[in-house]
C-alpha cells in the first residue's frame, strides 16, 4: 500500500562532480536553501534529487546509483512534488502548439499556465462539490465549514490581487478561467509581463496541492521577480500551503531577508 511521505528528511549523494564530492544534506519540513557562486552544482544537486524521486516511484530505486533519500516518516514510499524553473526557454513547439485551441500561448511559460489552468478548472470543480456536500450535510456548523473548503482559493485570488495591485490588474472572480482585468478592459493571463507569470505559475502550482504535505522544489525563482516579490515570496508559498516543504536554489539575499536560511 502506497503512503506519501510528509517531508524528505534526509539527502546523500556519493557521486557528485565524477565521485569527488560527497554531499549530505538533512533538510527542515519548512524551507532549505542552497545557495553559492555559479557553478558550485545547486541546479545539478537539485536535478539529482529530482531524478532520484521519479526512479524512486517507478521502482528503480537502484536507477540512479550514489544517491540516497530519506522520507518522513520512514516508512513512506512516496512523496508529493512539483518543480519550477523560472526560465523562460523560447516559444513551443509546433506540434505541441497544433494541439492548444486556446490564443496566446507561445512560450515555455504560457505553456505551463495553459496545463495549470486546465488543473484549475478541475480543482474549481472538486471544490464546489465539497462545499455543496457541506452544505447539504444538515450539520450545524455547515456554513462555516464551506467557507473553510473555499478559504484556500480566495487566499489565491486575493494574492494575486495584491500582488498586481501596482498595475492596477485583479482577478475576475465571476469566470471560471483566469482571467484579469485591468482599466475595465478582460486580460488573459497569457499577456500578463514575464514576472507576473512566473508569480502566477508558482502560486497556482503550490494552490493546486490543496494544502497537501509535499516537496516543492524551486530552482532561481527570483528570476524576472521584483526585490519586494523576491523578499515575500517563500512567505507568501508558505501561507498558501504550510505544510509544502520549499527546496530552493537561489542567487538573490532578497530571498532570505526575512530570516530564511
Same mark, same amino acid.
Given at each position: 500500500m502506497e503512503k506519501f511521505a510528509q517531508y524528505i528528511n534526509r539527502i546523500e549523494i556519493?557521486?557528485?562532480w565524477a565521485g569527488r564530492k560527497h554531499i549530505v544534506w538533512n533538510l527542515r519540513p519548512e524551507v532549505?536553501?542552497?545557495?553559492?557562486?555559479?557553478?558550485?552544482?545547486k541546479s545539478t544537486i537539485?536535478?539529482?534529487i529530482v531524478s532520484a524521486i521519479r526512479h524512486r516511484e517507478s521502482g528503480l530505486i537502484d536507477a540512479i546509483p550514489?544517491?540516497?533519500l530519506e522520507f518522513y516518516p520512514a516508512d513512506a514510499t512516496k512523496i508529493r512534488f512539483d518543480v519550477i524553473r523560472s526560465f523562460d526557454n523560447g516559444l513551443v513547439p509546433a506540434s505541441i502548439l497544433s494541439k492548444i485551441s486556446e490564443e496566446g500561448v507561445r512560450s515555455e511559460l504560457d505553456w505551463r499556465i495553459y496545463e495549470?489552468?486546465?488543473?484549475y478548472l478541475d480543482?474549481?470543480?472538486n471544490i464546489g462539490n465539497r462545499i455543496i456536500a457541506a452544505l447539504t450535510s444538515g450539520q450545524p456548523d455547515a456554513q462555516e465549514k464551506a467557507m473553510e473548503i473555499s478559504s484556500s482559493k480566495t487566499q489565491f485570488q486575493n494574492l494575486v490581487d495584491e500582488l498586481f495591485a501596482d498595475t492596477?490588474?485583479?482577478?475576475d472572480r465571476g469566470c471560471n478561467e483566469l482571467r484579469f482585468e485591468q482599466y475595465d478592459q478582460l486580460l488573459s493571463p497569457y499577456s500578463l509581463s514575464s514576472g507576473e507569470k512566473q508569480m502566477l505559475v508558482l502560486l497556482l502550482t503550490v494552490l493546486l496541492q490543496d494544502k497537501k504535505p509535499y516537496a516543492l522544489f524551486l530552482d532561481e525563482p527570483e528570476i524576472s521577480l521584483h526585490v519586494e516579490w523576491q523578499e515575500k515570496l517563500i512567505n507568501i508559498v508558505r501561507s498558501l500551503n504550510p505544510n509544502a516543504q520549499i527546496i530552493l *536554489? *537561489?542567487?538573490?539575499?532578497a530571498l532570505i531577508m526575512n530570516g530564511w536560511t
Open positions: 556519493q557521486s557528485l532549505n536553501i542552497l545557495s553559492g557562486v555559479n557553478g558550485v552544482g537539485l536535478n539529482r550514489g544517491i540516497s495549470l489552468q486546465r488543473r480543482y474549481q470543480v492596477e490588474k485583479s482577478i *536554489t *537561489t542567487h538573490s539575499p
